[in-house]
């Protein structure tokens, strides 16, 4: 089965650094670009930035730059979203989601993950 | 960044009416790569149409898409209980990727 799988809920308090997981099975996990998109409680989607297991080659919007990193690890077919340090208002789902068309940067978002619940209080 | 404004914020409609979402764009869309995705609570979001108005795999008839340049449409020919849920639209063509605020369609 083609599918994205995302580690569990986490609860942090501010200041403390996070890492999120999203592990593709089922196809070539290095020849689809993934992007993380964040959903804040009651609110829309935001694309946070994208890359590509195959070479590591990511991209950040820019309302995300600095504030989170994206990784891969191509040997595990996984891709990492993480924070130095969290504030409350990362409190979010999280979701990774990979692309419809395996090599294409601009491509419509096919394949969701299940989404991880981050909350951030004290 | 291109700017997605979707309208009506919430669409309360009957089960079996026709449904009939906007989303209009700050400047032309690139190669009218737009997309639409269902959003229901506690799922992840669903690709419903790319290209504008090309359905994804194995979504039903019932959902068309339209439109090119700034201005663009989400139909749902005759709506199923199912379909109540939230509605988006994207912007692929361009950097950053953009999403509309969304519109809820509930039942009246």
């Known amino acids: 089965e083609v599918q994205l799988v995302q580690s569990g809920a986490e609860v942090k308090k501010p200041g403390e650094s996070l890492k999120i997981s999203c592990k593709g099975s089922?196809?070539?996990?290095?020849?689809?670009?993934i992007n993380w998109v964040r959903q804040m409680p009651g609110k829309g989607l935001e694309w946070m930035g994208i890359?590509?297991?195959?070479?590591?080659?990511?991209r950040y919007s820019p309302s995300f730059q600095g504030q989170v990193t994206i990784s891969a690890d191509k040997s595990i077919n996984t891709a990492y979203l993480q924070w130095s340090s969290l504030k409350a208002s990362d409190t979010a789902i999280y979701y990774c989601v990979r692309h419809r068309d395996s090599g294409k940067i601009y491509n419509p978002f096919d394949l969701w993950g299940q989404g991880t619940m981050v909350t951030v209080s004290s | 960044e291109i700017v997605l404004t979707q309208s009506p914020g919430t669409l309360s409609l009957s089960p079996g009416e026709r449904a009939t979402l906007s989303c209009r764009a700050s400047q032309s869309v690139s190669s009218s790569y737009l997309a639409w995705y269902q959003h229901k609570p506690g799922q992840a979001p669903r690709l419903l149409i790319y290209g504008a108005s090309n359905r994804a795999t194995g979504i039903p008839d019932r959902f068309s898409g339209s439109g090119s340049g700034t201005d663009f449409t989400l139909t749902i020919s005759r709506l199923e209980p199912e379909d109540f849920a939230v509605y988006y639209c994207q912007q692929y063509g361009s950097s950053p990727r953009t999403f509309g605020q969304g519109t809820k369609v509930e039942i009246k």
């Open positions: 890359i590509y297991p195959g070479d590591s080659d990511t």
């Open positions: 089922g196809y070539t996990f290095t020849s689809y670009w």
